[in-house]
């Protein structure tokens, strides 16, 4: 396992995205989340939760600030960035700064401090190690090789562009 040490603009920056959770929540946007990614020590990108004000599920902090810094940047790609959350992200946005080539993340509280305080995101993360078959959800796959046809013509496509 990788071993970092953290200094005091790690603090600051952890700081804002715990002051941003707070903001969030103390408006009625959504639950007590937080995010800032910052690249060459300055933040350029910053997020609270706004699920319940904008009814979007995927409004997560973490998303948020995500979109922030993609829309300032002008890229899609933000590697060379760290992400600092207020809370271990979940699965979704996981995924996102994943995506988004994020080269770090720093949390503050849990998973199981988000499960503590009735948040289900080490429930998402169990499901999605169980094979298919045995999740919750039901899983029914259909019109396999009609999308196929559409994946092909993208894995033949000229010119596309990588992500």
Known sequence: MLTMTCDKKDVKFMSEAIRLS???????????????????????????????????????????????ASEK??????????????????????????????DRIYYANTKEDARYIGFRDAFIYEEIAKPLKDRQKPFLQISRDEANRVFEKWKNRPGRIEY
Do not use: Q
């Open 73 to 102: 940047t002008g890229s899609f790609d933000l590697s060379g960035c760290f992400i600092y959350v207020s809370c271990e992200p979940c699965p979704m946005c996981l995924s996102a700064i994943y995506w988004a080539n994020i």
């Open 22 to 68: 707070e903001i969030g929540m103390d408006t009625d946007n959504g639950g007590p989340f937080g995010a800032v990614v910052v690249k060459d020590g300055e933040i350029i990108g910053k997020g609270y939760n706004k699920v319940l004000s904008t009814n979007d599920p995927t409004a997560h902090a973490e998303i948020v600030a995500i979109r922030d």
